[in-house]
């Protein structure tokens, strides 16, 4: 069972940034591929970005381009979404997952099977 820690959500003003955290619990992230996903309240889980476990290639969602940025640190054991200009609508729920493969084959939520518990993003003034 592969699980995993979210962590750095807050309450940010509008164009403010936040930088989310994934550590795993109980492995190393190395070579998986972590996805990070968002829910707001009433609507379903979606995709944000992914990062290969081999070669750390990104992948994000055409609207999350440009604001959001998925990153690395493996001696930190670690995987970050840096987001900037954060806008009402980026207020959500943020999960990591990983489906214990090394590449990223998408961002579709059945793609996915282990999961952290969130961390809460509000943007407000």
């Known amino acids: 069972q592969l699980q995993l820690v979210e962590s750095g959500g807050g309450l940010v003003q509008p164009g403010g940034s936040l930088r989310l955290s994934c550590v795993p619990s109980?492995?190393?992230?190395?070579?998986?591929?972590i996805a990070w996903f968002r829910q707001a309240p009433e609507k379903e889980r979606e995709g944000v970005s992914c990062?290969?476990?081999?070669?750390?290639?990104?992948y994000y969602r055409d609207s999350m381009k440009g604001r959001f940025t998925i990153s690395r640190d493996n001696a930190k054991n670690t995987v970050y979404l840096q987001m900037n200009d954060l806008k009402p609508e980026d207020a959500a729920v943020y999960y990591c997952?990983?489906?214990?493969?090394?590449?990223?084959?998408?961002?579709?939520?059945?793609?996915?099977?282990?999961w952290g518990q969130g961390t809460n993003v509000t943007v407000s003034s």
């Open positions: 997952g990983t489906s214990g493969n090394t590449r990223c084959y998408g961002l579709e939520t059945y793609q996915y099977d282990y």
């Open positions: 109980g492995f190393t992230l190395d070579y998986y591929a």
């Open positions: 990062i290969s476990g081999i070669d750390d290639t990104t």
